[in-house]
């Protein structure tokens, strides 16, 4: 760990990095994030400091910024070395959270050798004598959002009660008038009217929102929503009158009905996602976890066409767009055991994966070039020049700090044998479970997946360092319950693997199916 600063004079020559933020994106257009970075311009020429050119941007709640990916992105630049000191305009841009802000600089950021200087107050998060001051200021800051979200509720409470208003932004078909009171907007009643008349004449959500362009969220919330029939969620009636008749209502409520697929089961237990990080490897999409699957939301032409080869007897769904979770969590399953059972296989060239040394972070750079070129291609099929422009934007930050040079310690080969030796085993009993999405996120940056054909695992920095990729044996076959797998030669460790799969899922003891 570096030697923190423990007063503003020793700040001098350090490299500094910024942080800004607003409650919400629409707060970005407005004065607060120039007048943010005013403060860490004049911190940066009257304290001697070096910009780095690295800032991170956050548009979330004060309280809960600490599980944003803008956070955690900065707090694996810290960790990695890439900057001294990180500037913050107003203690209250921080976070108003005091536990997390005593949590992420005790246990992250001072040991890391970063502190914090918040413009406002003039306050070092290091410095001893400015200790008392700094939670103070914390602690005032959460206060205020506190009390704060009572005025609010207390606010929505009495417009409930008094004037029959559920209060919050209005829904599609509504707008609110100059008493800031809900009223049906007149220009979007005829769109209202036509998604409940399609859906009771049977069309289905997604159809509905294609139809009318609308996104699936808002035809579904329409449908599910008491407003539309001038009432509020508690039954009671509205102070507005219907847009729609009652009697539409409830035939769309019977028609939607007859498509329910959860209606008399049993519920089951919570049964967490483990695979957060899981991605299509043609379009980049995340895969979702939702009602036992995987699912690709809109999947793309070539995440549907690389499908199993399916049985001729098989009479299940198999339209390509999502698999069972335990299909998919049992691939990686698969793949820790060959790990762990080749842990040994790390001790005899441990010294060549994981030396102490001085020097950029060569894996992420690898990672980085790589990213690049996937961009590039991927311009070509979409034309998303903007998604373009931000991904080759984050990419050169990352690379700044990939190439700050850091010394890092080397893994005994016991050390990382006895960690990949417990892989399969913690991944079997996490099943179910939180600790499996932990360990996942521990090993794995990305998971690319060409439908249920081949998996590409982009490893973390601490998996890479302790030989993960060692342990893969030169010839791997991936194969999940029975089925033709494929080869992969491992010879190299690589910061990613490619996993091929079975090319017919088990359903041996189950019925493993596709939706």
């Not at 004049?42 to 944003?68: K, P, Q």
């Not at 305009?89 to 040991?111: A, F």
């Not at 102070?239 to 009905?257: M, Q, S, T, Y």
């Not at 009993?429 to 439908?451: H, K, N």
Request: proline share 5%; charged share 25%.
């Amino acid at each position: 760990m570096s030697r923190l600063p423990t007063s503003p004079d020793a700040l001098g020559g350090l490299r500094a990095a910024r942080w800004i933020r607003e409650s919400t994106p629409g707060q970005f257009d407005r004065y607060g994030p120039e007048a943010q970075a005013e403060l860490q311009d004049v911190a940066i020429r009257r304290l001697g400091l070096v910009d780095t050119g690295l800032v991170w941007t956050a548009a979330h709640s004060g309280r809960t910024v600490y599980r944003s990916s803008e956070m955690a992105a900065m707090l694996d630049s810290a960790r990695n070395g890439a900057f001294d000191v990180l500037l913050v305009g107003y203690v209250s841009r921080w976070q108003r959270n005091l536990r997390r802000t005593l949590e992420l600089l005790e246990d992250t950021l001072h040991p890391a050798g970063v502190a914090v200087w918040f413009a406002d107050e003039e306050i070092l998060s290091s410095c001893d004598r400015h200790w008392d001051q700094l939670v103070d200021e914390a602690k005032d800051a959460e206060r205020y959002s506190r009390r704060l979200a009572r005025r609010i509720h207390e606010g929505y409470a009495s417009k409930l009660v008094k004037q029959r208003d559920p209060g919050g932004h209005p829904p599609y078909g509504f707008r609110r008038n100059e008493a800031k009171l809900i009223e049906p907007d007149p220009d979007k009643i005829d769109m209202v009217r036509a998604v409940f008349t399609r859906s009771a004449a049977g069309a289905l959500d997604h159809e509905i929102a294609e139809a009318l362009t609308l996104p699936i969220d808002t035809v579904r919330g329409m449908l599910l929503s008491p407003l539309y029939i001038g009432r509020l969620r508690d039954g009671t009636d509205a102070h507005w009158p219907a847009l729609v008749p009652i009697e539409l209502w409830d035939r769309v409520a019977a028609v939607r009905g007859t498509r329910a697929t959860s209606t008399g089961r049993k519920a089951s237990p919570h049964r967490p996602y483990a695979l957060a990080m899981l991605h299509c490897s043609s379009c980049g999409k995340r895969i979702s976890g939702d009602s036992g699957f995987y699912r690709h939301d809109k999947a793309c032409l070539q995440y549907r066409s690389a499908q199993p080869a399916w049985p001729s007897a098989w009479k299940g769904r198999h339209d390509g767009k999502g698999y069972r979770r335990e299909l998919i969590e049992d691939a990686v399953g698969v793949l820790l055991d060959r790990v762990s059972v080749n842990a040994h296989l790390v001790s005899e060239v441990v010294g060549q994966v994981v030396p102490a040394h001085s020097g950029p972070d060569e894996t992420s750079l690898r990672r980085i070039e790589r990213d690049r070129a996937d961009a590039a291609s991927r311009v070509v099929r979409d034309r998303d020049y903007e998604a373009l422009r931000a991904t080759m934007e984050r990419l050169d930050r990352e690379e700044a700090a990939a190439r700050t040079v850091r010394q890092t310690e080397g893994i005994p080969a016991d050390k990382a044998v006895r960690y990949l030796q417990g892989l399969g085993d913690a991944w079997r009993l996490a099943d179910g479970g939180p600790g499996r999405a932990e360990l996942a996120r521990s090993l794995f940056t990305l998971i690319e997946a060409s439908g249920f054909q081949s998996i590409r695992f982009h490893l973390t920095e601490r998996a890479t360092a302790h030989g993960f990729a060692y342990a893969v044996p030169a010839t791997f076959t991936g194969c999940v319950g029975y089925g033709r797998g494929e080869r992969i030669r491992a010879d190299t460790p690589s910061p990613s693997l490619l996993i091929p799969v079975a090319n017919i899922p088990s359903y041996v003891g189950r019925a493993w199916k596709t939706a």
